[in-house]
């Protein structure tokens, strides 16, 4: 029996999505429930899966075009999987097309992650993408790790000194070891929203930066004496995140109004907590948001920001997940960042950013003593937060982090 594919419903506001990419092709058997095409909102990217067994019979939407919510992308034909697709059939169509036969049996993510001077390189040594493993953006197979493939393998890599014909070069003009192609790759749909929403707030907020250092010694200690008990207890690992997330809800009890947003004539306030935490996902970055985090506990917290984690290097992140969120926190320390102004995520008022620890000499009692030391910034919105609250704010989170033990007894 035929049945449509349909863009499903994504999220709230959002009436189109981009084709990320065919994970079955024309042809291909599919089972129910098994990814059929990965699609890319300006929030997320969410696989869509298959409401049946069947064939996928016809494909209507390619890589990169947009499709609206309730719209057909494909078809497909029910029933049992087995002997849809008999072998005559597939030697007989690439007798047929002999120019498209290897192409045929690739997965379109395949075709999607290798870059056009790989794959030519690629079809010279008859190589398989299954083979290849990726060092570009998203996981792109790039020229040079197919070149640094072949020379594991023991095979002469392909280089312009390879080619016997080649007239040797003028002096003026040496040749080089590297290459200087250029790869055009289209912006997926969720990087393009960011783009333009990273523009957005740098016309509409009136942005200002202040900055602090903390000492970490007291969360370093509590983290080595209770660390191990804490992952044995509840199975995650006690993070520096939670106790940020935990210091930022008190300092924004303390001044409210880096907890609200202005909508139209008007100021927001909340009397919730949703803590949004910036990360690097596999298609760009992503803030999912911890829901009225002032109620969970430390391991809570823990759990769900790792999960968060986890689910955005495979694009499994829910689009409802990345709505929302009162305040953000990034830490761009995982990366080595030593100091950097964050930027605001609209509506929102208030964005913390953390940075690396390093060991510096500060003043202590009059001696100059060794600490970890880490600088935090704080990005506000000037019309709604003036200069005094927002460095107030930054200086209680201080306070609050120097002595964690502030955060049990709410002082």
Same mark, same amino acid.
């Given at each position: ?95 047929? $097309?002999? %120019? ?30 299954? *083979? ?49 192609? #250029?790869?055009?790759?289209? =912006? ?17 907020? /009136? +942005?200002?930066?202040?900055?602090? #250092?903390? *000492? ?12 191990? %008990? ?10 520096? =995140? ?8 008190? $300092? ?7 907890? $609200? ?31 009225? /985090? ?8 823990? +759990?769900?920001?790792? *999960? ?56 202590? *009692? ?10 935090? $910034? ?20 201080? #306070? ?12």
């Amino acid at each position: 029996m035929p049945i449509d594919i349909k863009v499903p419903e994504v999220g709230e506001s959002i009436r189109e999505v981009e084709i990320g990419g065919w994970l079955k092709a024309k042809g291909d058997s599919v089972q129910k429930d098994e990814p059929v095409v990965s699609l890319e909102s300006e929030k997320a990217t969410i696989e869509l899966t298959s409401p049946s067994a069947g064939v996928l019979t016809n494909i209507l939407k390619k890589r990169g075009e947009v499709a609206k919510v309730g719209e057909v992308i494909a078809q497909m034909e029910t029933g049992p999987v087995t002997a849809q697709t008999p072998a005559p059939e597939v030697k007989t169509e690439a007798k047929a $097309a002999p %120019a498209t036969a290897p192409a045929a049996p690739k997965k379109a993510t395949e075709d999607a992650r290798i870059m056009p001077a790989a794959q030519r390189v690629m079809s010279e040594q008859n190589l398989r993408p299954e *083979d290849m493993s990726g060092t570009g953006p998203g996981g792109r197979v790039l020229k040079e790790d197919v070149v640094r493939h072949l020379q594991q393998q023991g095979t002469p890599a392909p280089s312009a000194a390879s080619a016997p014909s080649a007239p040797a070069p003028a002096p003026s003009a040496p040749a080089s070891a590297g290459t200087r192609e #250029e790869e055009v790759v289209p =912006m997926t749909k969720l990087r393009r929203t960011l783009a333009e929403r990273l523009v957005q707030v740098q016309q509409t907020a /009136a +942005m200002l930066t202040t900055f602090n #250092e903390v *000492d970490m010694s007291g969360v370093m200690d509590l983290r080595k004496q209770y660390g191990e %008990a804490f992952l044995q207890k509840y199975n995650v690992k006690l993070g520096f =995140m939670s106790f940020f997330v935990k210091a930022t809800i008190e $300092a924004l009890k303390q001044f409210p109004e880096i907890n $609200a947003e202005i909508r139209g004539a008007n100021i927001i306030y909340r009397n919730y907590f949703d803590i949004g935490v910036a990360i690097g996902g596999g298609r760009g970055l992503v803030v999912p948001v911890v829901r009225n /985090a002032e109620r969970l506990s430390f391991s809570e917290i823990e +759990m769900a920001v790792g *999960d968060f984690g986890k689910r955005a290097k495979d694009n499994k992140l829910k689009p409802e997940e990345l709505q929302g969120g009162t305040f953000t926190i990034t830490n761009g320390g995982v990366y080595g960042s030593l100091l950097s102004t964050p930027i605001l995520n609209p509506p929102q008022s208030g964005i913390l950013g953390m940075h690396s620890i390093q060991e510096r000499p500060v003043a202590r *009692d009059g001696a100059v003593v060794i600490r970890p030391m880490m600088y935090v $910034a704080l990005t506000y919105d000037h019309r709604i937060v003036d200069g005094r609250e927002a460095v107030t704010f930054l200086k209680r989170i201080k #306070e609050i982090i120097e002595a964690p033990a502030r955060m049990l007894l709410e002082v």
